[in-house]
């Protein structure tokens, strides 16, 4: 799938990369891949699977969706009770392609290197966000086509560890398809692509709109240490998922960028706060956010996000031009000066983006999501210090800043980041007084 022509805006070094980075993966679906992927002589496409939670495992079932060749034949996990669920889900799913061996049943936190060097073709990340840089980095060097989902990193240096194994991956020749599944559904890239043609004339203001209830809570059992809990529990954690931005609004400010040429803000501001998600709901991320993009060229993005139980709730995405409006993703249309709504076929996007990957493997003509993936999720970051702070931040002060949402190394015997305090409840940023590296 190739990337949509980058327009150049400004003449500063950190954007011209990123465009340059736009250009290059543009001109990658025409490299010739020089040898066979997976074992030579084979047909079948061996996949394992890092991470064995809901979405793991429904990526595991979209990847064998893309065909009768694809095999599951590692999985991993940092919890043993989640592997063999997942297993025995899956094999009953899939009788026919799940070929997980115990062998190959590898738990820990270096279990993803175990399931990387199990002989697969394929590595599906789809844990905890805070591992999916390194996990990248590591399935790239190995020399394997990777799927993962978002957010693609936490923190900017993050980013930056996403980005080198992107790179990396084009010089290699290998495939890296990325959890933005919105890119993958047909209604919205053909409305997309109508608005990138001039059906709206020119975007002057977009509103993303993310509202939802909170992601299901799991109770403490007894024996539970404290991070085994918030590992239970990682959507509900700052440090393991990225707050809500990243994990939620990002879909959104993703068919935002699209729709913009993936040109980057100059700087945004915003306010968020956690004021009703506390008991039975734990954990220390924001339960609403609103944030305000900024560009060159004096658009405007204006971006919410909110997961509180009892609200009203909307996903919506309204692009607004000088000939029309387009609205996403339910009912994708056009209204002003075109009128225009689609009926076309409809699609599991889920589904779809695994088509492309392994369609990719199989021709071996790669693909690389690398553009959309870094600058999506660091624009989500963006929106997420920028609340946390309560202080306005250009995108390069943001990309360019060594703060950590964690620490990189990860043991059961460390202690958490996010403890509770004496009442239950654990700390969150305060704007105004928080400050980031």
Known sequence: MNEHPQPVSRNDCSRRRFLAASAAGAALGALPLARRVHAAGSDVIKVGLIGCGGRGSGAAVNAMNAGPDVRLIAMSDVFEDRVQASRANLKKSKPDQVAVDDDHCFVGFDAYQKVIASGV??????????????????????????????PHAIDPPGIHLVEQACEEAKKKNLSIVSGLCWRYDKAVQETIQRVLDGAIGDIVAIQETYMRSTY??????????????????????RWLSGDDGPQSLLHSIDKGAWALREETPVKAFGSGGRSSCFFPVHGDVFDHCAI?????????????????????????????????RAYLPNKCRIEGETNWEYRGPKANMYDAEH????????????????????????????????????????????????????????SWDMDPPAKPEANGTYPVPIPGITKLG
């Not at 394929?122 to 978002?150: D, M, N, T, W």
Request: aromatic letters at 12%; a neutral charge.
């Open 292 to 324: 305000v993009y900024e560009y060159a060229n004096g658009v405007r993005m204006y971006a919410n996000v909110r997961a509180q139980d009892g609200c009203y709730s909307e996903v919506s995405d309204t692009f607004l031009g000088t000939k029309g």
């Open 121 to 150: 073709d394929v590595v599906l990340i789809a844990c905890a966000s805070k591992f999916h840089p390194p996990y990248l980095k590591a399935a790239v060097e190995a020399g394997k086509h990777v799927f993962v989902e978002k």
């Open 355 to 410: 088509v492309v990957l392994f369609d990719a493997v199989r021709s071996g003509k790669p693909v690389n999501d690398g553009v959309r993936m870094v600058r999506s999720t660091m624009l989500s970051l963006l929106g997420q210090m920028v609340c946390y702070t309560g202080q306005q931040m250009t995108w390069d002060q943001a990309l360019n800043s060594p703060w950590r949402a964690g620490p990189d190394a990860v």
């Open 216 to 237: 299901r809570n799991i109770e403490r059992e007894a024996g539970w240490s404290e991070l085994a809990y918030q590992f239970r529990n990682w959507y509900h954690f």
